[in-house]
Structures are given as C-alpha cells and as structure tokens.
C-alpha cells in the first residue's frame, strides 16, 4: 500500500517563498506519477504541478513560473518550490501518487484520478 506524506507548511508574508516536501512509501518502484494539489476553503481541489518518473514535469497555468517540483524519482519524493506567494495561495497543500498512471499528461489536471493522497500542509499568506 503506498502512503503519501507531506511536511513543510507554514506562515509566509506576501511576496515570500516557501519549500513543501512529499515522501511516498511501500511501493518497490519509481511512481509512474506525483503531483501537488491545492484546496482553499469554499473551493475545488486544483491541481499544480505533476512529475513522471521520467523527471519531466508539467505545470498548472495558475503557478507556472512561480513553482517548481523537483525532487528523486528513485526515491519517490517529490518537493514543491513556491515563490512569489499571495494571500490567494493560502490554501491546504496536497501531495498525490500514482503508480500507473499521469493524466495531467493529457491535460486531465481531476484529482478523482489520483488514487494516493497526503494528508496535507497548511500552508497561510498574510502580512
């Protein structure tokens, strides 16, 4: 059973930077797919940014060019860099694996395809 764990959430004044880190367990080999959501109050959960175990990477409109996944792909983790941060950022942030399958990479950014979840970081911008 593969578990999915994130840490690094926290407080951050607007125009700030934060790390969020995604560590995937019980699975022998590299996940064909990990990505980042993010669920504000009221709102659906979104997807960001997804990784293949390939290292390519994809990018939801909303945050390319102020995040960026990098992370081992031998070792199932997946980091998420946030710069730039705005109050409208403050959310709840989600970690996701997939071990067949990366349907972002035919544009379908659902969550209901991701089968593994973290618990989620908070993660709260204001000054």
């Known amino acids: 059973q593969v578990q999915v764990a994130e840490s690094g959430g926290g407080s951050v004044q607007p125009g700030g930077s934060l790390r969020l880190s995604c560590e995937a367990t019980g699975y022998s080999y590299s996940l064909y797919c990990m990505g980042w959501f993010r669920q504000a109050p009221g709102k659906e959960r979104e997807g960001l940014a997804v990784r293949n175990r390939n290292g390519n990477t994809a990018y939801a409109d909303s945050v390319k060019g102020r995040f960026t996944v990098s992370g081992d792909t031998a070792k199932n983790t997946l980091d998420l860099v946030m710069n730039s941060l705005q109050p409208d950022d403050t959310a709840i942030y989600y970690c996701?694996?997939?071990?067949?399958?990366?349907?972002?990479?035919?544009?379908?950014?659902?969550?209901?395809?991701?089968?593994?979840w973290g618990q989620g970081t908070q993660v709260t911008v204001s000054s």
């Open positions: 996701a694996a997939d071990p067949t399958l990366c349907p972002p990479w035919k544009g379908d950014w659902s969550p209901d395809r991701w089968p593994y």
